[in-house]
């Protein structure tokens, strides 16, 4: 069957438009513990603000300061460290495998579809960034601060989405997750380049080391033992924390060393029906989203927020450009990159979605709370003052983002109702929305198996793509 000519791009070019069959069931069920950390994220937050302006705040403080570990080691480290250290290594254990997969399988293995979100999310980095550098240089202040504004939460956003009861189609996001990749990539590049003081060789030696013998015992030996990897997994984190460089990024790389793609059965291993990757995630997730990030946030996220400590806030350039670079920064760079893509590429925006729902999604990428809360500490080190300042700012401006967004995807929630409802319908009651049959991802009749099979992964580090038909891009 022929298209017109000025049809064909256009659908191969559409933002936000349906993902792929296979793309929105790891998007539902990545989204689905996300959804339920976000929740508990947000209340560990309130608890936190709740206990630390109580009075019982100097317990609060005592618990959080409270040093244990292993000072040979040089391990001795206080509760809250061992939170933003050691429990947000697995978040970023995580984020190494969404980032490997969208790199080999997702969205970003195909230039076309990958340059919005990178655009997007580059423009969200820039953006807020300059607003802080503006904010400081006219105002004195200092510059360390200038990643602080450029962190997206996605967990705290979709745990935003779930209170206000919104149902965004799965376009929008898919966007948003694979945003939230790419600004997490370009977080984890900040810390460890510009947030390593000094650098210990031997340690950093050590830890390479340890991820070699990862990479050789995972690839070539395929061991599977989490009893093997566990222990050595804690003995690259501990090299790399004494290396200087955060002990998080040990976590980025061993998770950006999981294998993606299922062993097809060849060279006498057995056919896989999930990835190591994709096991290990649905194990690990849950830790992360669930318990990991929420206890950083319990000894994060207690700042004070009485009247002089919030005037101080407004008043210190260095918290008035975080603020401003959540709130403003995040929606003009974000919006503005995705206009910049549509206007200079084929790309259409979807004939069902509206440049409000741009602002919308923008302005909810706001939201920067657990990397910005880390960046934040990291760069103000050894001045508590500031650092409280700046952790007010990231929760002032992240809460003035998600009231802003609330209101602007409630305006439009019912037609996000009615497109959800729409991709979600099953009138043959086979297990797979009616919107894919049409479009001849899966074939009428068909199951998850067969949508598997049209989907089928490429070899990892082939270049390959699946080949499936994805006609909004």
């Known amino acids: 069957m022929s298209s017109s000519p000025s049809k064909e791009p256009q659908e191969r070019a559409s933002l936000f438009g349906l993902p792929s069959f296979q793309e929105r069931r790891f998007l539902l069920d990545a989204l689905r513990t996300e959804t339920v950390?976000?929740?508990?994220?947000?209340?560990?937050?309130?608890?936190?603000?709740?206990?630390?302006?109580?009075?019982?705040?100097?317990v609060y403080e005592s618990v959080r300061d409270f040093h244990f570990g292993i000072p040979e080691l040089h391990l001795d480290l206080s509760i809250g460290h061992w939170a933003s250290d050691g429990l947000l290594t697995i978040f970023f254990f995580v984020a190494g495998i969404e980032l490997k997969r969208e790199l080999v399988l997702g969205e970003l293995r195909r230039p076309a579809a990958a340059a919005l979100p990178i655009v997007a999310a580059l423009c969200g980095m820039v953006v807020p960034a300059l607003f802080y550098v503006a904010v400081n240089a006219s105002g004195g202040g200092q510059m360390d601060g200038w990643a602080v504004p450029m962190a997206t939460d996605i967990a705290f956003a979709l745990g935003v989405l779930a209170v206000i009861g919104t149902s965004l189609p799965s376009g929008i996001r898919a966007f948003l997750l694979t945003l939230a990749i790419v600004d997490d990539l370009g977080a984890i590049a900040v810390i460890a380049i510009f947030y390593t003081s000094t650098l210990n060789l031997g340690a950093?030696?050590?830890?390479?080391?340890?991820?070699?013998?990862?990479?050789?015992?995972?690839?070539?030996?395929?061991?599977?033992?989490?009893?093997?990897?566990?222990?050595?997994?804690?003995?690259?984190?501990?090299?790399?924390?004494?290396?200087?460089?955060?002990?998080?990024?040990?976590?980025?790389?061993?998770?950006?060393?999981?294998?993606?793609?299922?062993?097809?059965?060849?060279?006498?291993?057995?056919?896989?029906?999930?990835?190591?990757?994709?096991?290990?995630?649905?194990?690990v997730r849950p830790l992360s989203a669930g318990f990991a990030v929420p206890v950083f946030a319990l000894f994060a996220a207690g700042v004070s927020v009485s009247g002089d400590a919030l005037g101080e806030t407004f008043r210190q350039p260095e918290a008035l450009g975080v603020m401003l670079g959540l709130f403003a920064g995040k929606i003009l760079g974000i919006f503005g990159g995705t206009y910049l893509v549509a206007r200079f590429t084929r790309?259409?925006?979807?004939?069902?979605?509206?440049?409000?729902?741009?602002?919308?999604?923008?302005?909810?990428?706001?939201?920067?709370?657990?990397?910005?809360?880390?960046?934040?500490?990291?760069?103000?080190?050894?001045?508590?003052?500031?650092?409280?300042?700046?952790?007010?700012?990231?929760?002032?401006g992240s809460l003035a983002s998600a009231l802003v967004a609330c209101v602007?995807?409630?305006?439009?929630?019912?037609?996000?109702?009615?497109?959800?409802e729409e991709e979600n319908r099953d009138e043959d009651h086979d297990g797979i929305p009616d919107v894919y049959q049409r479009a001849g991802e899966v074939p009428a009749g068909g199951d998850a198996g067969d949508a598997a099979a049209v989907s089928a992964a490429p070899e990892e580090g082939t270049g390959g793509r699946p080949e499936s038909v994805n006609r909004e891009g």
Do not use: C
Request: aromatic residues 10%.
């Open 37 to 58: 950390g976000g929740m508990v994220l947000l209340a560990a937050a309130l608890v936190a603000l709740v206990w630390a302006n109580s009075p019982w705040g100097n």
């Open 204 to 283: 950093l030696a050590g830890a390479v080391a340890g991820l070699a013998v990862f990479w050789f015992l995972h690839h070539r030996l395929r061991v599977r033992g989490w009893y093997v990897y566990v222990p050595l997994g804690l003995v690259i984190w501990g090299l790399m924390h004494a290396s200087g460089v955060h002990a998080t990024i040990a976590g980025v790389a061993m998770g950006m060393l999981l294998r993606v793609v299922p062993l097809k059965g060849s060279g006498g291993w057995a056919t896989e029906k999930e990835s190591p990757a994709e096991r290990i995630e649905h194990q």
């Open 347 to 396: 790309a259409q925006l979807s004939k069902d979605l509206a440049w409000a729902d741009v602002a919308g999604v923008s302005m909810l990428a706001g939201i920067g709370f657990t990397v910005s809360l880390l960046v934040g500490e990291l760069a103000f080190a050894g001045d508590d003052a500031l650092t409280e300042r700046v952790k007010a700012a990231v929760l002032i």
């Open 408 to 420: 602007l995807l409630r305006v439009r929630n019912a037609k996000y109702k009615q497109l959800w």
